[in-house]
């Protein structure tokens, strides 16, 4: 039987054994044949300025760094950490996946040393949302390290505004995984949502164990390969949009992207194939507005023409005919024709509206005495 001072001795806490200093952080690796992706060996300037609309030199596929990050919340404050930060990359033997994991908080400073070479040695960033979360983030963190003089930005890319442009107006929702299903074809399978990731991720911290973080793990590999194939579908349709775009909504939204950047031939030939079904309005109102902007008026004219014809739009073809024949073509009987059409159109909307066009048709009146 033990003594008293064996059981006083027994019921002192023991100090518990220090805990390592870690060496790195969890990386994991994998490499995916290179003929599962489509991405050209080099996307052009013209490409990129069109996909994104600022100034980019010519980059070659190897030199893209494909970004997304794994978060213990969705603030930018001091205590959101980036848990885990995922890249992709091309290189001879396929497409690289690199994750790199905190298995605890004294690891972030791995996961950063991991990252900052990546970043510095890309030459083209492309993220999902990153302009807005991911590169802020991480800027935060390099910063609260200590470790600023390690991070830098090469030019950036964000794939979800510029996937809006293309996508909002046939698919409202562009968040990743709704572009995975209508744009890719892709529809993942047992896949942990997003918004369960920091909970998944508290859950390990306190009971560590690490099949918990598969399913993260999984989930950011999925996001990187789908930003490199999101990237290829969009320089495809802002290069070729006649021959790539899958609907009309996408070819109306390439020619207001088009015609945005310059390019208003291109926007024109856009709108014209976007010509019909539920687009044909919005894209014959913007042919008309782009002819009429550049004086060609005879253009702007005949798109009005069959906007009235087919009943399009409104009153708004019927005024717009009033103006070029009152101020281009000096016809101002044809004026007074079509705002007269134009006020028994109206005559069941907004007394606004009516107000207007009956000044209009008596100015018209007026005119049209003073020039008898």
Not at 135 to 142: G, H, T, V
Not at 328 to 351: F, H
């Amino acid at each position: 039987m033990a003594s008293l001072r064996d059981r006083l001795r027994a019921a002192v806490p023991q100090k518990a054994a220090a805990k390592p200093a870690p060496e790195d952080c969890y990386v994991r690796r994998q490499v995916i044949p290179p003929e599962e992706f489509s991405l050209a060996p080099v996307l052009t300037g013209e490409q990129l300025y069109l996909l994104q609309g600022s100034e980019f030199a010519p980059c070659r596929r190897e030199d893209i760094l494909f970004l997304d990050t794994e978060t213990t919340g969705l603030s930018h404050g001091a205590g959101t950490v980036a848990f885990l930060v995922g890249v992709g990359f091309f290189e001879g033997d396929g497409f690289h996946v690199e994750q790199y994991l905190m298995r605890d908080y004294d690891e972030e400073i791995f996961v950063l040393r991991h990252v900052a070479p990546r970043l510095a040695s890309c030459g083209l960033l492309c993220t999902f949302n990153g302009a807005s979360f991911d590169i802020p983030l991480l800027e935060n963190r390099f910063t609260m390290q200590r470790m600023r003089s390690l991070y830098t930005l090469p030019p950036h890319v964000d794939l979800l505004h510029a996937s809006r442009r293309v996508w909002k107006l046939r698919l409202k929702k562009c968040n990743l995984s709704a572009l995975e299903s209508a744009v890719l074809g892709l529809e993942r399978e047992d896949d942990l949502p997003g918004a369960l990731v920091p909970e998944r991720y508290f859950t390990y911290l306190k009971t560590k164990e690490f099949f918990l973080l598969e399913d993260i793990l999984r989930h950011n590999a999925q996001d990187i390969i789908s930003l490199a194939h999101i990237l290829h579908r969009l320089v495809t349709l802002h290069d070729a949009p006649l021959l790539a775009a899958q609907a009309p909504e996408d070819l109306f939204s390439l020619g207001s992207i088009y015609e945005k950047r310059g390019r208003t031939e291109g926007a024109r030939q856009c709108w014209r194939a976007a010509d019909k079904g539920a687009v044909s309005l919005l894209a014959r109102t913007r042919m008309a507005e782009s002819y009429r902007r550049e004086g060609l008026y005879g253009e702007a004219e005949e798109i009005y023409r069959r906007m009235i014809a087919s009943r399009q739009g409104g009153i708004t073809p019927l005024i717009a005919m009033a103006k070029i024949c009152e101020h281009k073509k000096r016809d101002i009987p044809a004026a007074i024709e079509y705002t007269r059409k134009a006020i028994i159109l109206a005559s069941d909307q907004e007394e606004a509206d009516m107000a207007a066009l009956q000044k209009r048709y008596e100015r018209l009146l007026t005119k049209a005495r003073r020039n008898r």
